[in-house]
Nanobody, 115 residues
Framework: QVQLVETGGGLVQAGGSLRLSCAAS????????MEWYRQAPGKQREYVAL???????NYAESAKVRFTISRDNAKNTVYLEMHSLKPEDTGVYYC?????????WGQGTQVTVSS
């Protein structure tokens, strides 16, 4: 079992920045990749970024320039730094861990970007 807890969300003005954290606990040695997703009101959950156990990263087109995913293996924590935030970045941000054959989700953290 893996437990994930996201923190760092909040209300920010357009153009501002936030850093989200996802702390993993439990059988973290099984995790081989972690991802961030987000879900805007009335929309489907969408992929934002991924980081593998060896540090390789991948981003959705919407996140490539403004967002950075990173990890601190000693703290079992993954981060998502977001800059130049836009109102369309508003949503609940979820952390996802791949620990094959299972995957785990956190409860999400709300990000609201005001115009």
């Amino acid at each position: 079992q893996v437990q994930l807890v996201e923190t760092g969300g909040g209300l920010v003005q357009a153009g501002g920045s936030l850093r989200l954290s996802c702390a993993a606990s439990g059988s973290t040695f099984r995790i081989n990749a972690m991802e961030w997703y987000r879900q805007a009101p009335g929309k489907q959950r969408e992929y934002v970024a991924l980081i593998t156990s060896d540090g390789s990263t991948n981003y959705a087109e919407s996140a490539k320039v403004r967002f950075t995913i990173s990890r601190d293996n000693a703290k079992n924590t993954v981060y998502l730094e977001m800059h130049s935030l836009k109102p369309e970045d508003t949503g609940v941000y979820y952390c996802n861990a791949h620990a094959l054959p299972f995957e785990y989700w956190g409860q999400g953290t709300q990000v609201t970007v005001s115009s």
